[in-house]
């Protein structure tokens, strides 16, 4: 195929999802008609969502929610309210959610959900009438045996509320379970805030003694301040790492003798941006991406690490906080130089894992402390890094394939246990 072609589609992610995914599954050898399942979404729902507007006048949103894979368990995946919402993007997301619940072995399936809407232009009150519209519209695949949502892009605990409550009105009974990231008051768990960052922090720390290098004074650059990239940042810097570059939207910031994350932190609280920070020298997004560091954190977007700028890139290990950061183009860029990657469906697994720790708090009735909630979650990023790590060993395969692979064999397996029912 011609490289013109190759990189066509390099940021489509239902086409970046696939390609790994292929791959994954010719090494596996992969049975045909198990291929062909797994290939395709179990279950697509589309939904038309009536909306009363403040003006008294009735709008019409689209809603998608996809359940990739159950095969394993309940449909585990966010929902998210913006305006670039589609189909394709839903299904990819779905996908991504299967095999990042397979790769941390937990009891779930993958699913994705989201509106057509842009919420920063909706009140308060329109918000919670389209939450709970689309919460009915999707109420058959609902259920905390089902498809359990979490939050996603502009979607937070207040929206998950809306959706729990209105779940447990339709059935006439509450039920916590039916959601995760739910705030702490009803049902949320302790750590949960936190938990992606601590993950990206705990499979750094594996990555680095794999490669036989130490954590106290390892240079890192984090793309991305928010929930994930913050909590990452502040965790390795409280490891002994030296934070030299983060950034945001607004711009990035560069110190070689480590910026100070707390007055990062601090100044992000009191200014919601980190434009106008003084804890560095202001550099571009594309500088901080190829500066001078042992470790790149990308925690904002996707596609930031393409066919372009791949080859600039100095950093020993990427740990993708984000999902989707790198193209499929760039894979083979990044395997030639020998960088190791932390892909996104391990690096990132934190979030969902604490996740599953809250579905197993509602259903059991009884809460844990923080501290037995970040050894657990320790337990698994940990022992999930060692399985995906010795895959690659064994199948002399890069990080990404092999945790692709470990997903993909434990979904087949359950399939060919179970039966098709074909
Ligand atoms: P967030 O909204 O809290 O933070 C995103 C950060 O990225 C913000 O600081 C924002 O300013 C910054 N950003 C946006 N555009 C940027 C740009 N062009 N250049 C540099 N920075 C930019 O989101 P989050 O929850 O931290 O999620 C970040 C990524 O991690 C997303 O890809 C998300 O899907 C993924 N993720 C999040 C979780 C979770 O639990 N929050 C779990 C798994 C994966």
């Known amino acids: 195929m011609p490289d013109k072609d190759r990189f066509l589609n390099e940021e489509n992610p239902f086409e970046a999802m696939m390609s790994r995914f292929d791959r994954a599954a010719q090494l596996l050898d992969l049975e045909p008609g198990l291929y062909k399942v797994l290939r395709h979404p179990e279950k697509q729902v589309i939904v038309s969502v009536p909306v009363m507007m403040d003006n008294g006048e009735v709008e019409v949103y689209t809603g998608y929610r996809v359940l990739y894979n159950t095969s394993r368990g309940p449909a585990k995946g966010g929902i998210r309210f913006d305006m670039q919402v589609n189909l394709d993007e839903v299904q990819a997301l779905a996908a991504w959610m299967t095999w990042k619940c397979a790769v941390v072995n937990l009891p779930f399936g993958g699913a994705k959900g989201g509106v057509i809407c842009d919420p920063l232009k909706m009140s308060a009150g329109e918000l919670e009438r389209l939450t709970r519209r689309y919460t009915a519209a999707i109420i058959h695949t609902l259920g905390p045996d089902s498809d359990v949502p979490a939050p996603d892009v502009n979607t937070n605990e207040r929206v998950m509320a809306w959706i729990m409550d209105t779940y447990s009105m339709h059935v006439r009974h509450t039920v916590t379970a039916v959601v995760t990231g739910k705030p702490v008051e009803m049902g949320g768990s302790l750590g949960r805030r936190e938990a992606t960052g601590r993950g990206c922090m705990i499979v750094t720390k594996e990555a680095l003694k794999h490669l036989g290098m130490k954590v106290k ?95 600039k890139i100095r950093a020993r290990i990427i740990c993708e906080g984000a999902n989707g950061p790198t193209t ?83 979904v087949a397996t359950v399939h060919r246990l179970r039966g098709i029912y074909a």
């Open 217 to 311: 004074g390892t240079t890192i650059a984090v793309q991305g301040f928010g929930n994930v990239g913050s909590v990452a940042a502040d965790l390795l810097a409280k490891e002994g790492c030296v934070i030299r570059g983060i950034s945001d939207r607004t711009g990035a910031y560069w110190n070689a003798r480590g910026i100070d994350i707390p007055a990062a932190l601090k100044y992000v609280k009191e200014h919601k941006t980190l434009e106008g920070f003084k804890g560095g020298d202001p550099i571009s997004n594309e500088e901080l991406l190829t500066g001078d560091v042992d470790v790149l954190l990308p925690a904002a977007l996707e596609n930031v690490i393409t066919s372009k700028n791949a080859a």
């Open 328 to 410: 499929a183009g760039a894979d083979s860029i990044l395997a030639e130089k020998e960088i190791f990657v932390i892909p996104d469906i391990l690096a990132n697994a934190g979030g969902v894992t604490v996740s599953y720790f809250e579905w197993v708090q509602d259903r059991g009735g009884y809460f844990w402390s923080e501290e037995s909630v970040n050894d657990r979650l320790n337990d698994i990023m940990t022992r999930s890094f060692g399985d995906v790590l010795k895959l690659s060993t064994q199948h002399k395969v890069d990080m990404r394939t092999a945790a692709y692979m470990l997903a993909i064999s434990r």
